[in-house]
């Protein structure tokens, strides 16, 4: 098995033991900084290996998820018993959602922001080579949220070391802490997540440590998916009903001499451009 750094880490294999063999035969990896992350992000992999008995899904959790906000009775736990209900509902999504395994590295999520990445990279490292994924869903270089920023720009490193590199691998990365919808629509990588909506129901309440908690994330990420398809198109009707939108990071690993930074901004100097060239030519037609 891998050797994975935090004394805390851990490998789970829904539906019995696993070994490396088991994660090798994954198609589809996610890879998020939180509990809940991946039923988010990566929604479109988790569907697809779970209508094709030929693709596997492989979950990454990043962080211990340490420091959530949270009211009621979850309140009354103190931060180790709540990391352990944390994992206990992931453990549950694996089981829901059929994943092929579901990896706990369990780093603190200031060691991800702050400190030395070193043996968070490393552990991805170990994971993309003993997964070699065609697919990768993580979270994308525009989101809010510091720790999700630090995760991707840790795969992101991760990818560009790996040796020998992934071939023919897709890295996507996908809306949380701040939609994609901004982005022109010949930049968007479109994810349709129309099928299983009961499902993507089920799988996000077992996290009632953020939905009771104080944090619906049941509905507004299928809330997000819906307003995604309704709103892509101002002139046409609906043709899926779901959507999840991504930023293509791959060209980022074909191409492990481009500045990151460039490359995100790239897409907002784009959107910039299309506001700017919209609202001029309208004035000017206008009179």
């Not at 789970?12 to 988010?40: K, M, V």
């Not at 990071?249 to 460039?262: A, F, G, K, Q, S």
Request: proline share 4%; aromatic share 8%; with cysteine.
């Amino acid at each position: 098995m891998l050797s994975l750094t935090h004394p805390d880490s851990e490998i789970y294999f829904p539906n019995g033991p696993g070994n490396n063999l088991r994660l090798a035969r994954t198609s589809h990896l996610g890879i998020g900084a939180h509990q809940d992350d991946l039923e988010i992000l990566a929604m479109h992999g988790i569907l697809e290996a779970y209508d094709d008995p030929g693709l596997y899904f492989t979950g990454v959790t990043v962080t211990d998820g340490r420091g959530a906000p949270r009211t009621d009775a979850y309140k009354a736990f103190d931060e180790d018993e709540y990391c352990r209900i944390r994992c206990t509902e992931q453990k549950i999504a694996a089981d829901l959602g059929r994943y092929n395994a579901q990896c706990f590295l369990n780093y603190p999520s200031r060691t991800v922001k702050y400190g030395e990445r070193h043996a968070v990279i490393d552990d991805l490292k170990q994971i993309l080579l003993a997964t070699t994924p065609s697919v990768i869903y993580t979270h994308n270089l525009a989101d809010k949220h510091d720790t999700h920023v630090a995760v991707v720009l840790s795969v992101i490193k991760a990818l560009r070391e790996l040796d020998p590199p992934l071939k023919d691998v897709k890295i996507f990365g996908c809306e949380i802490w701040r939609g994609l919808d901004w982005m022109v629509d010949d930049d968007k990588v479109i994810l349709d997540v129309s099928n299983h909506i009961d499902l993507q129901r089920k799988i996000l309440e077992v996290f009632d440590s953020q939905v009771s908690g104080g944090k619906r994330y049941d509905l507004a990420a299928i809330g997000r998916q819906q307003a995604n398809a309704t709103f892509l198109e101002s002139d046409q009707t609906d043709t899926v009903k779901r959507i999840i939108y991504a930023m293509d990071l791959t060209p980022l690993i074909n191409h492990p001499e481009m500045d990151i930074y460039r490359y995100v901004i790239n897409y907002i100097h784009t959107f910039a451009n299309d506001v700017t060239e919209r609202v001029n030519r309208l004035r000017k037609e206008s009179g």
